[in-house]
Every structure is written in structure tokens, then in C-alpha cells.
């Protein structure tokens, strides 16, 4: 089979599949591994596809943004990972803000300090809040049906009436050279103000969210620290930029 062949194969079935793994491209192609890998290698150097370990993505638009329910699916294990260490990090007396996001809801359930405060413009977080008995405000705004978040002018106002010990920050991509991003202005703008009402930081992302980019820039790396299920590529010139802490060995 030719080269060219080879990689229309790959791409068709990635438009197909959305992600794929190297050993389904062997079986599809009838490679060895190592061809697959130099392919994958090229492909992903003229911008075609995105290799992340084990296979290979299609490239996300920098618009694109999945809903709160497609994203409730996704990396279901990586998130509780990470949940459980964020909310280890939280002690008593702290005044916490945490974002909307499918991670950041997760770590509700974890939280085991009651004396508390937790501000947060996620709609689904406020409920589970307060069936934990955990002290809880939301901001009033805009509500972003697709992501169950409230963001806008009105939001930001409010947001401004707190000071935090700690803020837990959900991100769509992040990126060596660009920092973390997301898809829409108003979130991306209400994250930052967190980020900086805030004594400490922290990004909550697994693996799949490195190396991507997004439309519009929250923060450079020097204003919070990642907490992340595993390794990932280029891992060693991310630590170089920021804290990372690793959850899963």
C-alpha cells in the first residue's frame, strides 16, 4: 500500500471514529506498529490530527466547546482522580471558589470539611452544595445552558465581592506556548478573576486537555498550578512553567 493511501485510510477512519488507537489502525491498514507511528508522527506535523498516547484525535476547532452532558462521559476515572486530590487540598476555614465543570462538581462528594465557605457559578454544584451542607453561594447572571454555568457582567460583579483561599478552575486546553484557554470569552474572563481573587490556584485537567488550544486565553502558567490524572507528552517542559501535580503513578 502506498504512503498516501496509508494516510487517507487513517484520516477517513479518524473523521469516522473521532479518536482511534494505533493497534485498530494496524488492523485497518495492515501496517506494523512502527510504520503507523511514523505516520501518525506526520500527520500530526501538517496539522492533520492530534497524537496522544496510544492514538491519535481529530483537532478540535478552537470554538468548539462539548456539552455538560457529552463531557459527563468523558475520562470518567481520570476526573475522580483528580477530584479526590483536589478536594484534599481544602481545610477548614477556607473560603473556596469552584468553577463550573464536570471535575469540579466531582469533587463535591469528596469534600469532607464543613467549616467552609464555597462560592460558585456552576448550577449543578449548587445543589449538591447544599445536599452536603457545605456553605454555599452562586453568583446571579447569565445562564450558559450548554455548559450549566452562569457567566456575564452581572456575575463578574458579584464575583468581585469575594476573596478566595483557594480556587478550583475547570479548562478546555492548555497549551506550553499559549497558556490555559477555553472557547468562550465571558467564562474565559470570569475564570481568570478567580484565578486572581484567589491566594492560591489550581487547574483541573486530565491528559487529553494537553497540548490543545482553544479561542481565548484565561491565564499563563505562572498563575496557578495543574493537578492532572497521569503523564503526559512534553510533560518535563510543562513542570519547567508550573506546579504539576500527577495523581496517578
Given at each position: 500500500m502506498l504512503t498516501e493511501e496509508r494516510h487517507e485510510?487513517?484520516?477517513?477512519?479518524?473523521?469516522?471514529k473521532g479518536s482511534i488507537k494505533i493497534n485498530e489502525l494496524v488492523e485497518i491498514t495492515n501496517a506494523s506498529e512502527s510504520t503507523i507511528r511514523r505516520d501518525l508522527?506526520?500527520?500530526?506535523?501538517?496539522?492533520?490530527?492530534?497524537?496522544?498516547?496510544?492514538?491519535?484525535?481529530?483537532?478540535?476547532?478552537r470554538f468548539n466547546e462539548p456539552s455538560y452532558k457529552e463531557k459527563e462521559v468523558q475520562s470518567i476515572s481520570e476526573k475522580t482522580e483528580i477530584a479526590k486530590y483536589a478536594a484534599s487540598l481544602i481545610e477548614q476555614g477556607d473560603c473556596i471558589y469552584?468553577?463550573?465543570?464536570?471535575?469540579?462538581?466531582?469533587?463535591?462528594?469528596?469534600?469532607?470539611?464543613?467549616?467552609?465557605?464555597?462560592?460558585?457559578?456552576?448550577?449543578?454544584?449548587?445543589?449538591?452544595?447544599?445536599?452536603?451542607?457545605?456553605?454555599?453561594?452562586?453568583?446571579?447572571?447569565?445562564?450558559?445552558?450548554?455548559?450549566?454555568?452562569?457567566?456575564?457582567?452581572?456575575?463578574?460583579?458579584?464575583?468581585?465581592?469575594?476573596?478566595?483561599?483557594k480556587a478550583f478552575i475547570g479548562i478546555n486546553a492548555i497549551h506550553i506556548d499559549y497558556g490555559f484557554t477555553t472557547p468562550d470569552s465571558e467564562e474565559a474572563i470570569l475564570k481568570e478573576r478567580a484565578i486572581n481573587y484567589s491566594r492560591?490556584?489550581?487547574?483541573?485537567?486530565?491528559?487529553?486537555?494537553?497540548?490543545?488550544?482553544?479561542?481565548?486565553?484565561?491565564?499563563?502558567?505562572?498563575?496557578?498550578?495543574i493537578i492532572t490524572d497521569s503523564k503526559f507528552e512534553d510533560y518535563d517542559k510543562y513542570l519547567e512553567k508550573t506546579k504539576i501535580k500527577v495523581v496517578k503513578k
Open positions: 485510510l487513517i484520516l477517513d477512519a479518524l473523521k469516522e508522527t506526520f500527520l500530526e506535523s501538517i496539522n492533520t490530527l492530534k497524537r496522544v498516547h496510544g492514538g491519535a484525535t481529530l483537532l478540535k476547532g469552584l468553577d463550573a465543570g464536570t471535575t469540579t462538581f466531582e469533587m463535591i462528594k469528596y469534600i469532607d470539611k464543613k467549616d467552609v465557605v464555597i462560592v460558585t457559578n456552576g448550577l449543578k454544584h449548587i445543589n449538591e452544595l447544599m445536599e452536603n451542607d457545605i456553605n454555599a453561594y452562586i453568583l446571579g447572571g447569565k445562564v450558559k445552558s450548554r455548559t450549566r454555568a452562569v457567566i456575564g457582567t452581572d456575575a463578574l460583579k458579584n464575583l468581585e465581592k469575594f476573596m478566595f483561599d492560591e490556584a489550581f487547574i483541573l485537567a486530565d491528559n487529553s486537555k494537553f497540548g490543545e488550544i482553544a479561542f481565548v486565553k484565561v491565564a499563563s502558567f505562572d498563575k496557578a498550578s
